[in-house]
């Protein structure tokens, strides 16, 4: 069985700080990682994801995460926020053996970015 | 390439009625997911197709239906509707081959209201 959990329900920084959205997951199998950010009104756009090569992810918008089997986290940083990163972000997590796209989602962190 | 379309993007309905939403993929993706997104439960997996098949399928009940065409559309069809189906519904697209590791890519979203 797999599941995600974010740490955080609502994170709230200053424009120009840095971000860290937490992340940990639960997986049977060895797992693939997403973030994937929703604005108002609109889909889900993918940061980034980790399938099983370079620990470190970068991704789209300053945006990276780190994959730490110890610890079974996936924690989504950015070194600046900016007034636009202001969103629902979700961890995610499938199983990367699966023939099967199936997608386990977290209740997902809303970001506030203060001027 | 032309990204995920959702038809329609509002839905309002009344409880009993049924509802049928469509998802065009990307062009060459031969599998589409379906996911149910509501404040109290978050995103959940409703069922994945490829090639015309059903892969996958969450824990919802037979109400809750799906098909895809040989052109990799899909419809999601909800019968007898219940208040508590109001709901973003969103539709994901990939290539289908990598399973667990493809990168879904997901439509604007269906808001279905059940009066």
Redesign the interface.
């Known amino acids: 069985a797999q599941s995600v959990t974010q740490l955080d329900s609502h994170v709230s920084v200053s424009e120009g700080t840095p971000v860290l959205l937490r992340c940990n997951y639960s997986s049977s199998y060895s797992p693939s990682l997403f973030w994937y950010v929703q604005h108002p009104n609109k889909g889900l756009q993918l940061l980034l994801k980790y399938t099983s090569a370079a620990t470190l992810v970068k991704g789209i918008n300053g945006f990276e995460a780190e994959f730490k089997k110890s610890e079974t986290s996936f924690h989504l940083t950015k070194p600046s926020a900016h007034m636009s990163d202001a969103a629902e972000y979700f961890c995610v997590v499938s199983d990367r053996s699966s023939n099967t796209g199936k997608l386990i989602f977290g209740q997902g962190t809303t970001l506030q970015v203060k001027p | 390439k032309a990204g995920?379309t959702q038809t329609p993007r509002y839905l309002i309905k009344t409880r009993g009625q049924q509802v049928t939403l469509s998802c065009s993929p990307i062009s060459g993706h031969r599998?589409v997911?379906w996911?149910q997104q509501t404040p109290g439960q978050?995103?959940?997996?409703l069922f994945?197709y490829?090639s015309e098949t059903q892969?996958?399928k969450?824990n919802f009940p037979g109400r809750f239906s799906g098909r895809q065409f040989s052109n990799s559309r899909s419809e999601m069809n909800v019968s007898t509707l219940e208040l508590g189906d109001s709901a973003l519904y969103?539709c994901?697209s990939?290539a289908?081959l990598a399973?667990?590791?493809?990168?879904?890519?997901?439509?604007?979203?269906t808001r279905l209201t059940v009066l």
């Open positions: 995920v599998s997911s996911y978050g995103l959940q997996f994945e490829f892969r996958n969450g969103l994901a990939n289908g399973g667990g590791t493809d990168t879904q890519y997901f439509g604007p979203g």
